[in-house]
């Protein structure tokens, strides 16, 4: 099968397990379950479900029960940041994927407190995972204490240590002059933090080694770091049409990004490089996922 | 002792416990470690940790570090839904406890932030219960049990179906008649919640039988009822300067409350016979805390 026809089989597969816990449009304050629905069901690339998905099966996971909660609650972190983030005290964007974001459709303080019940929901629907697991089983205790340190991972890699700590970052630098490094450190907690969460709770999940779960951490840094630089590409180089946002919006909102510190050949040699250094990573584990592999390629050379 | 005594040294050693969670304001995002930290240590009355602690005293409960993680993170979530619902998208408050609250401080992205910040914080500090646990020993699966369940208990009765659902049902009432029936839906979920989840955990963490933990949710969806009825009595009947902020603040913003459905003095007889409930029900458990009957006593009779 075609590597696209398997992505399409897969995200239909992760889109499916997301519905599944998603809240019901009734009661007296359906408004906000609207809004949370509207923000997630936005038609997003589940990046970060799938790259968890797949780390998982790379060391041969075979509890599925226990992953699914943790996916469907990374893609609900993810999703509340990007309604926090449009909102018009921070980057203050009307459209994304296309579509009016959450507060343009439902004011602001339904997507403030929509974000705010993604976050939550994200930690409900993961600490659900442990009611998956049959405490009579011999590795009942192994599986709690798996559970237990993807909930921490989880909550570390979203907070101000990982993608919030990010974030203060990038709104601290706009109009500022930046250095490579500077940028890799926003990028890395940014971007970075939550695409680590994922590969490392599809890790731990499954039950890899300690030593194996921080190397995945690293190549998970590396994937984050490359697809950041690729978004400032495309910034540059796509059309509002093709990306279903404004592109230019850097420049237009003073953010230094890699191509405003270099070119856009050398910002694409740079994420060449980081690739290269990850795939290395990826080599030197005694285990193998092709899909894995072929799906990071595409992330860090999309179009869109 | 005296119970103001008791109470003081208690709100001593929360103190001390939140602090011990509380971020280093340090590193490139230092601004907004620093604005969490202001929104924290306002000077709260630390109620929702003191019911959890005295409702896991009076389950006899022994594991106190275990406990602990959940304290600071009950009062985290607390603080967050305070520096949200302050936010000019929301109630546009400027004074909280007598002091600027976050936003009109630091900024209004950078109190979006930080409330973010410290709702994440909560999930990460309880998360960091389980590694308390020694794993060798005969209850470690019991335990985890306990924790697993705690979290759940946390995260949901913080989103939508508990704490947030209340806030936009608040949202949506003003400038509404509403009935009795209808506020009191809203109390308990926008304080109830928060309410039940602490002293919920406070007994499940204790390891209190399944029946006594629905008992005490009970009891204190009554407290968080009472508590909040009080709430809407002395935004009428006390002073700017007692409160430490704004009174006749519902009027104002055209909210409705007990005091806007009936006069004060059938407000005052309501709070009576939910407490009287609460307190029938606390009779017939066959445990005892007089510390937490006086606290509960206090919290609805409380002058601020």
Known sequence: MSFKLELEKRLYRINDIITGYLPKEEGYYKTVLEAMNYSITAGGKRIR??????????????NYDVLYPFMAAIEMIHTYSLVHDDLPAMDNDEYRRGRKTTHVEYGEAMAI??????????????????????????????IYKRI??????????????GMIGGQVIDIEFVGKTVTQEGLDRMYLLKTGALIEASMMIGAIIAGAEDEYVDIIRDIAADIGLAFQIRDDILDVISSDNI?????????KNDKPTYVSIMDVEKAKEEVASITDRAKKAYEALPYRNEFLVELITELISREK
Do not use: I, Q
């Open 49 to 62: 479900p799938m790259l968890m998905l797949e780390t998982f099966c790379l060391f041969n996971g075979r």
């Open 113 to 142: 407190l929509a974000g705010d019940g993604l976050l939550t929901l994200a930690f409900e629907t993961a600490a659900g995972a442990y009611e998956k697991v049959d405490e009579n089983s011999k590795d009942a205790l192994s």
């Open 148 to 161: 237990m340190r993807a909930y921490k991972v989880l909550a570390s890699k979203s907070g101000v240590h």
């Open 243 to 251: 990306l279903g946002k404004p592109t230019h919006s850097d420049e």
